[in-house]
């Protein structure tokens, strides 16, 4: 095959066995016979390996006449569902292209055999018995390109559920529609920043939820409360006439006292003091 070397195993159907047709799984009698097909399995000792198999339709009772289902691929697939699975473990632990290049295959074969795995995982999840979730963006591309993540925190196990594009009242109730009415009014918990879309739709989807802020957003927002509280009684101070004692206070009352250098553990006393 174009130079390399490879090992090819025919593959036989079990003497008397009826094959089983595509689309509703259940045996039928044979129609008739197709050309053989190569079906790329997992590498050994540096040799490409297919197995090669004539193909067969058959005359479904339910189904009309079907290609036949093979068990080691899926539909008209060119790798072994085996060989996917080996490529896309690889493809967690190193780039793609260098997966590609490790077992002389392309990416593009790389790319559908994550593809194919994360369908399955996609098909085959559970989803029952979720409390608490999470919400959280992404930048993914400069120019604010946002992704909204959708993942489960529940104790014991944290796991992405869903991805959405942008970060909007439409895009986040996408999630809720993926996730169903039913689960929704199950959640016990929703953790979020304070992005307002994401408030909205929590409180139109998962009300009944305890809604827990995180601590990051609100310690920001509770620090630029006190910085302009604090800018703003300094300006009145100066147009009273009064001392400036607030002025270059700023990381006196933002930073914890156990990080305060030593000047301003000094002009925090001096603050205190003071009778504002």
């Known amino acids: 095959m174009n130079g390399k070397k490879c090992i090819e195993v025919d593959v036989l ?5 009826r094959p089983i047709c ?10 008739d016979s197709l050309n053989k097909r190569r079906f790329e399995f997992i590498p050994l000792w540096g ?14 009772s339910d189904c009309g ?35 590609a290049a490790s ?24 989803l029952s018995n979720i409390t608490a979730i999470g919400v959280d963006e992404i930048a993914w591309r400069k120019g604010h390109k946002y992704l909204t993540l959708a993942y489960q925190i529940d104790a014991g196990k944290t796991r992405l559920l869903w991805i959405g594009k ?12 993926f996730f169903g009415e039913q689960r929704s009014q199950a959640l ?27 601590r990051f957003h609100i310690a920001a927002k509770l620090n630029k409360a006190i910085d ?19 002025k270059n206070s700023r990381w006196c009352l933002l930073k914890r006292k156990e990080n305060l250098a030593e000047k301003q553990e000094i002009k925090l006393k001096e603050i205190l003091r003071y009778n504002l």
């Open 47 to 60: 040799f490409s390996v297919f197995l090669v198999y004539l193909m067969r339709r058959v005359q479904c």
């Open 13 to 17: 159907p079990r003497r008397n066995s």
């Open 188 to 214: 016990k918990f929703i953790c979020s920043d304070m992005w307002k879309p994401y408030l909205k739709v929590i409180e139109k989807k998962a009300g009944q939820a305890i809604h827990i802020l995180d």
């Open 166 to 177: 942008d970060r909007t009242v439409k895009t986040f109730l996408g999630f809720f529609r």
């Open 228 to 246: 302009e509280v604090r800018a703003d009684e300094h300006r009145q101070m100066k147009k009273a006439g009064h001392e400036p004692v607030l």
């Open 65 to 99: 006449v079907r290609i036949e289902r093979v068990p080691w691929a899926r539909g008209k697939r060119e790798l072994t569902d085996t060989y996917q699975q080996f490529l896309a473990h690889w493809a967690k632990k190193l780039p793609w292209k260098e997966v």
């Open 22 to 31: 595509n689309c509703c799984e259940k045996p039928a009698p044979l129609y």
């Open 103 to 126: 077992f002389h295959t392309s990416w593009e074969k790389v790319f559908h055999a994550v593809e194919y795995v994360v369908q399955w995982g996609l098909e085959h999840r559970d």
